[in-house]
Nanobody
Framework: QVQLVESGGGLVQPGGSLRLSCAAS????????MAWYRQAPGKQREWVAG???????NYADSVKGRFTISRDNAKNTVFLQMNSLKPEDTAVFYC??????????WGQGTQVTVSS
């Protein structure tokens, strides 16, 4: 019943920007923790950014100062604004929602390719 629908991925040149969106279904979004992960080809999935129900944010060192995670509870949506993109950012990006601290849901993933 719970679904995370992602959008905003695509091809961008180095130094460019992209904004990812993840819309969640169901009730209780405002109290759920949200996060973004990414997985590059041949690599394990890694955590990128997180935001709590209270709006506190945290980022992986590799994206600090370049990425911003935010949420719009009225729209049940979490965003990831990505600036100054590098080829190393190329990966499939996944949205994750944690419900009541024990139920974890993942989006289908959206491809981000940074290349000239």
């Amino acid at each position: 019943q719970v679904q995370l629908v992602e959008s905003g991925g695509g091809l961008v040149q180095p130094g460019g920007s992209l904004r990812l969106s993840c819309a969640a279904s169901g009730n209780g979004f405002s109290i759920n923790g949200m996060a973004w992960y990414r997985q590059a080809p041949g690599k394990q999935r890694e955590w990128v950014a997180g935001i709590t129900s209270g709006g506190s944010t945290n980022y992986a060192d590799s994206v600090k100062g370049r990425f911003t995670i935010s949420r719009d509870n009225a729209k049940n949506t979490v965003f990831l604004q990505m600036n100054s993109l590098k080829p190393e950012d190329t990966a499939v990006f996944y949205c994750k929602m944690t419900d009541r601290g024990i139920y974890v849901y993942w989006g289908q993933g959206t491809q981000v390719t940074v290349s000239s």
